[in-house]
């Protein structure tokens, strides 16, 4: 069975952080490239970070600076530290996880984060 479930999402204040997580099943093994997308109300599920097996990393530029993408792969688990939160970041955030060759990918069901005063 292949699951993705995140955690970590709730109510924050403007400037304030929060680090989501994402725990998959053992199938999704550590050679899955692994994202965070985030769609807000009315808007198209976009995409925030990506990294490899290897750690490389790649960001939107409205995070850069601000989020950082990790993966503790003996935990099978992916992270999205979360800084200086702005009432724009506010969304439904997914964890997402693809093969890197044979086209086989997941979402997690998201966990919503909203950024106000």
């Known amino acids: 069975q292949v699951w993705l479930v995140e955690s970590g999402g709730g109510l924050v204040q403007p400037g304030g952080s929060l680090r989501l997580s994402c725990a998959a099943s053992?199938?999704?093994?550590?050679?899955?490239?692994k994202s965070w997308y985030r769609q807000a109300p009315g808007k198209q599920r976009e995409l925030v970070a990506t990294?490899?097996?290897?750690?490389?990393?790649e960001y939107a530029d409205y995070v850069k600076g601000r989020f950082t993408i990790s993966r503790d792969n003996a935990k099978n688990t992916l992270y999205l530290q979360m800084n200086s939160l702005a009432p724009e970041d506010t969304a439904v955030y997914y964890c997402?996880?693809?093969?890197?060759?044979?086209?086989?990918?997941?979402w997690g069901q998201g966990t919503q984060v909203t950024v106000s005063s």
């Open positions: 990294i490899t097996s290897g750690g490389s990393t």
């Open positions: 053992g199938t999704i093994v550590k050679s899955y490239i």
């Open positions: 997402y996880a693809r093969h890197p060759t044979i086209g086989v990918a997941y």
